[in-house]
């Protein structure tokens, strides 16, 4: 080795040594300062410096940094939360209970809203999608999970965690301009043994067992082109199977100056959509169908307002996906995307190129790529959601997590 090479080395480790040395780390919990509730889903960041995070279902959240503990500041957002900025040397506890202040609610049996101002409400939805999401290619990076459960042992089979690359067209650009590559991936063993049966049927049916993509083709506000007339289901236009749902108002939510309309669905599919009464962008999107004993399906989406456009920031999935084999039960899948590091500005990003873009039809299961352990050690958005012990002790049959995710990975990346 020669010796500039080597000094070149020495430098690298220290500069290594030396920001791992000025990490800090910021745990909390969310709940309703009038009650008990946590609060799940909430942006936590630190503004400029690109730090963010999602709280958990549970209203837990944990931040790793670089950052100023004496200049920075944490803020909270919530679509149905008063927004909080923290001064980061205030949160000094190992875990901060944070308290936030619920928006006022104005219930819908106060306000009157005839049927002709709620169609005129959806209608100005559609005419304003253009101008409230993206109008132009972008990028940003997401961090994707995805578990699969057996229904009559109670147990997980199989985990795949991923960082990855998204790269989005216009509103009114077709669903395949969508496209998303991996930046880092790990996966468990595979206990899951799915029926000869359910792969027949999905073959036959063309069912993509790709749930990222799934997750990604599903944003209700990616339905201008593709969907808009021809979807057996559409939110925006209020119609499933040509039968047109009854939407209902709910309740309005005051937030600052603005109002946001939460309308429910009164019969059939249950849907809630949260619309900006300013703009009339859909801040929030829910659906759920399930029978007398289960959830068939539940997704929600998210979006944030940047740059005067809003941008997805939480997807989420749950649903009955197999039958398994040997169990006379069925195998739940549940997936969801939380994005961040968002790349609005086309010259700032190079196009993904064909060789680097995951095919839709496959199974995610199925890539691989090499284990980057200081990678996933530093995670942010992983510190936020940490996996609950039960899928842990589920998933470690033979072997710990960690040695699996070595072993199920190559050398070279795909």
Same mark, same amino acid.
């Given at each position: /080795?020669? %010796?500039?090479?080597?000094?070149?080395? &020495?430098?690298?480790?220290?500069?290594?040594?030396?920001?791992?040395? %000025?990490?800090?780390?910021?745990?909390?919990?969310?709940?309703?300062?009038?009650?008990?509730?946590?609060? #799940?889903?909430?942006?936590?960041?630190?503004?400029?410096?690109?730090?963010?995070?999602?709280?958990?279902?549970?209203?837990?959240?944990?931040?790793?940094?670089?950052?100023?503990?004496?200049?920075?500041?944490?803020?909270?957002?919530?679509?149905?939360?008063?927004?909080?900025?923290?001064?980061?040397?205030?949160?000094?506890?190992?875990?901060?209970?944070?308290?936030?202040?619920?928006?006022?609610?104005?219930?819908?049996?106060?306000? &009157?809203?005839?049927?002709?101002?709620?169609?005129?409400?959806?209608?100005?939805?559609?005419?304003?999608?253009? +101008?409230?999401y993206p109008d132009k290619l972008y990028q940003c990076e997401a961090f994707y999970r995805e578990t699969q459960y057996q229904q009559r042992t109670k147990k997980h089979c199989r985990l795949i965690e991923a960082a990855v690359n998204i790269q989005d067209g216009k509103v009114t650009a077709p669903l395949s301009k969508?496209?998303?590559?991996?930046? @880092?991936?790990? =996966? #468990?063993?595979?206990?899951?043994?799915?029926?000869?049966?359910?792969?027949?049927?999905?073959?036959?049916?063309?069912?993509?067992?790709?749930?990222?993509?799934?997750?990604? &083709?599903? +944003?209700?506000?990616?339905?201008?082109?593709?969907?808009?007339?021809?979807?057996?289901?559409?939110?925006?236009? @209020?119609?499933?199977?040509?039968?047109?749902?009854?939407?209902?108002?709910?309740?309005?939510?005051?937030?600052?100056?603005?109002?946001?309309?939460?309308?429910?669905?009164?019969?059939?599919?249950?849907?809630?959509?949260?619309? +900006? !009464?300013?703009?009339?962008?859909?801040?929030?999107?829910?659906?759920? /169908?399930?029978? =007398?004993?289960?959830?068939?399906?539940?997704?929600?989406?998210?979006?944030?307002?940047?740059?005067?456009?809003?941008?997805?920031?939480?997807?989420?999935?749950?649903?009955?996906?197999?039958?398994?084999?040997?169990?006379?039960?069925?195998?739940?899948?549940?997936?969801?995307?939380?994005? &961040?590091?968002? #790349?609005?500005?086309?010259?700032?990003?190079?196009?993904?190129?064909?060789?680097?873009?995951?095919? %839709?039809?496959?199974?995610?299961?199925?890539?691989?790529?090499?284990?980057?352990?200081?990678?996933?050690?530093?995670?942010?958005?992983?510190?936020?959601?940490?996996?609950?012990?039960?899928?842990?002790?589920?998933?470690?049959?033979?072997? !710990?997590?960690?040695? @699996?995710?070595?072993?199920?990975?190559?050398?070279? %990346? @795909?």
């Amino acid at each position: /080795m020669s %010796n500039k090479l080597f000094i070149c080395l &020495v430098l690298i480790l220290l500069c290594k040594h030396a920001y791992m040395q %000025n990490i800090q780390t910021i745990k909390g919990q969310l709940s309703c300062e009038n009650d008990t509730i946590s609060i #799940s889903y909430a942006h936590v960041g630190i503004p400029g410096t690109g730090i963010g995070t999602v709280s958990n279902i549970n209203g837990n959240f944990e931040l790793k940094g670089a950052f100023n503990l004496e200049k920075d500041t944490l803020m909270i957002s919530h679509i149905e939360y008063e927004k909080k900025m923290i001064p980061l040397n205030e949160l000094t506890a190992d875990t901060n209970y944070i308290k936030l202040a619920r928006n006022e609610y104005l219930l819908a049996d106060v306000i &009157v809203l005839p049927d002709d101002k709620k169609k005129e409400i959806f209608k100005k939805v559609i005419k304003n999608l253009k +101008n409230n999401y993206p109008d132009k290619l972008y990028q940003c990076e997401a961090f994707y999970r995805e578990t699969q459960y057996q229904q009559r042992t109670k147990k997980h089979c199989r985990l795949i965690e991923a960082a990855v690359n998204i790269q989005d067209g216009k509103v009114t650009a077709p669903l395949s301009k969508i496209k998303c590559s991996l930046l @880092q991936f790990r =996966k #468990s063993d595979n206990f899951t043994e799915e029926h000869w049966g359910s792969k027949l049927l999905k073959k036959m049916l063309d069912l993509s067992p790709n749930h990222l993509h799934l997750l990604l &083709v599903g +944003n209700p506000v990616r339905y201008y082109k593709d969907r808009l007339h021809t979807s057996k289901f559409n939110p925006i236009t @209020q119609r499933y199977k040509g039968k047109e749902l009854e939407f209902a108002l709910s309740h309005v939510i005051k937030k600052s100056d603005d109002k946001i309309y939460v309308f429910k669905t009164t019969k059939g599919l249950s849907c809630t959509i949260y619309i +900006n !009464s300013k703009d009339y962008a859909i801040l929030k999107y829910e659906e759920e /169908m399930k029978s =007398k004993t289960r959830i068939i399906f539940k997704n929600s989406y998210h979006y944030k307002k940047i740059d005067n456009k809003y941008y997805p920031t939480f997807f989420y999935n749950v649903g009955i996906t197999d039958y398994l084999k040997n169990s006379k039960g069925m195998g739940i899948t549940e997936s969801s995307l939380t994005f &961040v590091n968002y #790349s609005p500005d086309r010259k700032k990003f190079k196009r993904l190129r064909s060789k680097h873009v995951l095919p %839709n039809e496959l199974d995610l299961y199925e890539q691989e790529m090499e284990y980057d352990e200081i990678f996933w050690a530093n995670y942010n958005i992983l510190l936020d959601e940490p996996l609950e012990d039960k899928t842990i002790s589920d998933l470690e049959r033979k072997t !710990s997590l960690q040695s @699996q995710f070595k072993e199920n990975a190559t050398n070279q %990346n @795909q």
